[in-house]
DNA sequence: ACCTGAACACCGTTCAAGT
DNA sequence: ACCTGAACACCGTTCAAGT
């Protein structure tokens, strides 16, 4: 007699979302997930092959949010800012999902989806051939490293700003300390907005 | 009765380094490195207090072999490429230690090293506050996400191109079909002119 | 068909003991 | 002071069994 699913594919990167939110990433484990839906450790296998394909289903979850669709018609580099920023906006919702996305980008529906859009407002700008292969691989290298920086902080311990100047790095812990002073949204902002003027030629 | 250490913090990290080369990150373990130098498992807390100590000093022993030091006088922006090549390089080398950079680059003597050169090269350039922390923080997002993008490849399956095909993505799946036309070297090289050419304004 | 429970081969790490 | 060996609390995953 065949029992129901008792639960979705969406609801079970839902759970493995909590999980990572309330927990960080280290938290997230098979045993773990199945412990948020009330199932024995096993079940979750019934709806999943690995661990590999439960962090993809989470990566989807969170990108399944994620506005890929062209921005209004505007200058091509200010269209490209949106995308990037809306980048931003969701995974930084999700900050411990960010090494997921590292590791899962090359099989994510979303990244297809958002990279395809990138991709058109490129070839609209006139970038074609490795231009727009290196275009493309910049920016996304740019929203990786960034995002990384941005949420991988320092787990503990002091700041970059107090080593650096207990170990003689002057100029560097001057830097930290104006670092400071720049809001996380205006840094993003700023290191975006030179790719964008650099890929303008 | 005193035993002599019978190994060194050098030894130690070119051991668990001699294990990642060989079978990967995953296959960093405090077992295996313990292997690797003949001792058993707990004889290597001897010398670190746990694994992110260990990995601390694996991520020293491969910048060891990193030039900080600032190149001759010539243009700014050619004097920052040089150094971001010098990092590739060093870091190409093993390219399993790569996620183990982005977590420890915080406390990592050979990144505040390099780090210094590169703020006082943009001092030097006429970068200072809010723009020479931008600057800094720019740069190290594009080198940290190119060296992942480069090195953390599809782990398995079809790439990009083929997938983007199936899935209805056709001018990714164009540009993937491009992508494999394109040298590493010449994307990172052309991902990191684009911006140094934004740095440029 | 869905779920359970025990088991296996791994982890990092603590602790008490040996030389 | 350095090293060992057993043990603990975790992992992901396989397998045989229950309903």
Chains 1, 2 share one sequence.
Do not use: K, N
């Not at 790095?169 to 809001?183: K, N």
Request: hydrophobic share 50%.
């Amino acid at each position: 007699m065949p029992r129901p699913r008792s639960v979705s594919p969406a609801r079970l990167a839902a759970a493995a979302l909590a999980v990572i939110d309330r927990d960080g990433l280290a938290g997230l484990s098979m045993r773990a997930v199945a412990a948020e839906l009330g199932l024995t450790t096993m079940a979750v296998y019934r709806y999943v092959a690995d661990r590999d394909e439960l962090e993809a289903l989470v990566v989807e979850e969170v990108l399944r949010t994620l506005d890929s669709t062209p921005p209004a018609a505007q200058p091509w580099a200010e269209q490209l800012r949106i995308l990037v920023e809306r980048v931003r906006a969701t995974v930084g919702r999700h900050p411990g999902v960010v090494p997921l996305l590292v590791s899962h980008r090359h099989r994510s529906a979303g990244v297809l989806r958002w990279s395809e859009t990138v991709v058109g407002i490129l070839h609209g700008a006139g970038f074609d051939g490795t231009r727009r292969v290196i275009a493309l691989r910049g920016l996304l290298s740019y929203v990786i490293g960034a995002l990384q920086l941005e949420h991988l902080g320092p787990l503990a311990g002091p700041g970059t700003a107090t080593i650096a100047t207990l170990a003689g790095f002057p100029r560097l812990a001057e830097t930290g300390q104006e670092a400071g002073a720049v809001a996380p949204d205006d840094e993003f902002a700023g290191g975006l907005a030179i790719v964008l003027r650099g890929l303008a030629r």
